[in-house]
């Protein structure tokens, strides 16, 4: 617990007015510059005591400096409307001196020692100030500056430490303050018996400081907790955190592990676990408030919980380590990898990180943060409802896989730079605000993953060379997906619908292939290109996406890309084009039938045609699936109120595609709208009536689904329920097995 505080209530009653202090020999020490009484001895020290100083027009209320007898400034109350005054009580060179029962306000630095040592300042009330005591440069071969039983609160910093040593802050109230206490390339630290309270950002923030004593704190209510950065030797014992924790970060192996951090830590009554050099080591349903995990190999966690903290779980230069089964909710950041390897969080869920706004830390709120990690698998794992990011990916991470997850109503699903091998797959990425963006990395690859219904950008990738997204469902978007100065891509087999935006934007693009990809129902065009080279797309059905000038795509590059394969290979569909189908051949004039490609070019806005659109999609498949009815058998017969028919159903062509209710999608007539608007934007004045074209797409390898008829039990209608099953199964998909049970109802 931290000490009962003995600072005043309120100033003295009587204070007396006077003029600012400066004190710059010991000679100066006299009547005329406050001075009441003492001779300047240990014993008997100089006393500056009963004044007010305020609306202070010099550089500060008090000055001393180049002194070393004795002194104490005692019941002063030093103020100045906030953001007027430089500094309250100032020291430079000062040795052997107290500032005790005083009140110091409003000042740029309310409480400044500079190049000082022996300074004690204790009982004292330093409110409302940029910095509330500030410690330059104490000396650190001599007692160094004691701040005690004060309260330092609603100031900027509370007390803030920048070189130097022997210094003790001890038995204060911190409160309101944006960072209570912070230190700097410092040694010989004491915090001890502290209430650290409502800090907008750390509570304490220690950074290049060796031999460090923090013990008996109690933080709460901070934005975070204590933060101990590339420290050496630092003594964690006794302390008490609620609703926040620790943040231990290090570049080095002793910034990581020579510290002493006990489990008397508690972090909402839990204890903090800390463990150092470790092989093999196994925590397996190991209550905890907090798990730290540093230098150390062949590592697995299960069954562990860490809530409402700074960090649930930091696994730093750890190498071969094993998550599964844990749940971190509610913390800063759920789980953080520094510098990690061969590490494979499975059966995890991440939920509910908190964002607050720390500028030292973007990645605050996110539920897996990975930092210069590399081989980190996320697989069959949950990271969800986090205010920042599901998974957040910075430094110079490496060959990073997502599988089989979910990351559900993020701000942003996965926000990742300057990855080298990143892969997302068979993940649903659902609500998020925005989905994937990925910037300034290398080989990525987006592949089987469902992203739907996404507040804005479904995906954004930037500066990224080497890039594959394929056979993914781009569903319900408010946002585009966009690939923007990115050398070389494959974007193919996705399905892209019903997006409040365009499909696809290609902008500054260099060798890109579209290809196989279904973009229909999009309120924007199906492709947007920019000032891009060496595109190609074919084999992409378009249908009914905005149209703008004839178009529903758009290229403004400065050289033509190429929106066809050639001949016979083709182009695209277009759902929009009138062109007849009367010839064939390279120049289409050879009209001795059709070929199923357009006589005429379809043209795209600005700049560039496809020579050769295809008639029918190429995702149309006219060969239903074959059903194969188990039970009952052929001729069987009933006098009953209901029959289960069951069999199989499978499609050995396969095929998806845009359709009308068992067929393939209606090309727009010469009366539709034609659209018009800033294809830049991907709006339209008004909305344009679409008529949804409803089709089942299946993922899997084999699939269960139940059908339902309400007709009469007949052998008809047992054709018919077979007929409407086959009409509503295309997919893309080969060789699937369809377990079919029907229920036949009697009328």
């Not at 494979?344 to 539920?367: H, K, M």
Request: glycine share 10%.
């Amino acid at each position: 617990m931290a000490a009962t505080l003995h600072a005043p209530e309120g100033p003295a009653s009587n204070h007396t007015v006077r003029a600012p202090i400066d004190i710059e020999s010991n000679s100066q020490f006299t009547a005329a510059n406050g001075v009441v009484g003492g001779s300047g001895t240990p014993s008997d020290p100089y006393v500056i005591s009963g004044w007010e100083i305020t609306n202070v027009d010099t550089m500060a209320a008090i000055f001393i400096r180049d002194t070393d007898a004795s002194f104490v400034i005692r019941d002063v109350d030093v103020h100045q409307p906030p953001g007027l005054g430089w500094a309250g009580i100032r020291f430079i060179e000062v040795t052997n001196a107290r500032v005790e029962d005083s009140t110091v306000a409003g000042f740029s630095w309310g409480v400044s020692l500079e190049f000082t040592s022996n300074i004690t300042v204790t009982r004292s009330n330093v409110t409302h100030n940029g910095l509330g005591i500030q410690l330059w440069f104490t000396n650190d071969t001599e007692p160094g500056v004691s701040v005690s039983n004060s309260n330092v609160s609603d100031d900027g910093v509370g007390v803030s430490i920048a070189y130097g040593g022997r210094n003790v802050i001890a038995d204060n109230l911190l409160s309101n303050n944006s960072c209570a206490i912070q230190v700097g390339d410092s040694t010989n630290l004491t915090v001890r018996g502290n209430e650290v309270m409502k800090s907008h950002l750390q509570g304490a923030l220690i950074e290049r400081t060796s031999n460090v004593t923090i013990e008996s704190n109690h933080f709460a209510l901070n934005g975070a907790g204590l933060w101990l950065t590339d420290s050496l030797n630092a003594t964690v014992t006794g302390n008490r955190f609620v609703s926040e924790g620790m943040m231990l970060r290090g570049s080095t192996a002793a910034s990581l592990a020579s510290h002493t951090i006990s489990p008397d830590n508690l972090v909402n009554g839990k204890p903090i676990r800390y463990f150092k050099g470790e092989s093999g080591l196994v925590v397996d349903g190991l209550g905890l408030g907090q798990l730290i995990v540093v230098e150390s190999t062949d590592v697995t966690i299960r069954n562990v919980s860490a809530n409402d903290t700074d960090v649930g779980l930091e696994l730093m230069r750890v190498q071969r380590a094993t998550v599964e089964s844990s749940n971190f909710s509610g913390d800063g950041q759920g789980l953080l990898l520094d510098n990690a390897s061969d590490v494979v969080l499975t059966r995890d869920s991440a939920w509910f990180s908190n964002q607050t706004y720390l500028p030292s830390s973007r990645a605050i709120g996110s539920g897996v943060h990975l930092l210069n990690s590399w081989n980190v698998t996320v697989s069959s794992s949950d990271l969800s409802r986090n205010e920042n990011a599901g998974l957040f990916i910075d430094g110079s991470s490496r060959n990073v896989s997502v599988a089989d997850s979910s990351l559900i109503n993020n701000s942003v699903a996965i926000l990742a730079s300057g990855v080298s091998g990143l892969t997302v797959s068979l993940s649903h990425l659902d609500r998020n605000s925005e989905t994937i963006i990925v910037t300034d990395s290398r080989d990525v690859a987006v592949v089987s993953d469902r992203i739907t219904r996404s507040v804005y950008t479904s995906a954004d990738f930037q500066q990224i060379t080497s890039l594959t997204v394929s056979s993914n469902e781009f569903v319900e978007n408010g946002g585009p997906f966009c690939v923007r100065f990115v050398h070389v891509a494959t974007v193919s087999m996705n399905t892209v619908e019903s997006n409040r935006a365009s499909g696809l934007c290609l902008v500054n693009t260099f060798s890109v292939n579209v290809t196989e990809n279904l973009f229909v129902n999009n309120t924007g065009l199906g492709v947007l290109v920019y000032d891009s080279e060496g595109m190609q797309a074919f084999h992409n059905a378009f249908a009914d996406n905005y149209v703008s000038y004839g178009s529903q795509a758009y290229d403004s590059s400065p050289n033509p890309n190429a929106w066809d394969d050639g001949y016979p290979s083709g182009g695209n569909f277009w759902s929009n084009y009138h062109g007849a189908d009367q010839c064939s051949g390279p120049g289409q004039d050879i009209c001795t039938g059709p070929d199923g490609i357009g006589d005429t070019p379809y043209p795209i806005t600005v700049i560039g045609e496809d020579r050769y659109p295809l008639i029918q999609s190429p995702f149309h498949d006219s060969v239903p699936p074959t059903v194969a009815i188990v039970s009952p058998s052929e001729g069987a017969a009933f006098n009953v109120s209901s029959v289960t028919v069951m069999g199989t159903a499978s499609d050995a062509a396969g095929g998806q595609g845009p359709r009308r209710r068992g067929g393939v999608v209606r090309r727009r007539g010469p009366g539709d709208l034609d659209g018009a608007g800033d294809p830049r934007s991907g709006r339209q004045s008004h909305r344009r009536p679409v008529v949804r074209q409803r089709r089942q797409s299946l993922r899997c390898a084999e699939r269960q689904r139940d059908v339902h008829s309400s007709s009469a039990p007949s052998a008809s209608t047992e054709h018919a329920a077979v007929r409407e099953l086959q009409l509503h199964t295309g997919h893309r998909e080969h060789h699937h097995g369809l377990h079919v049970h029907l229920d036949i109802v009697r009328s």
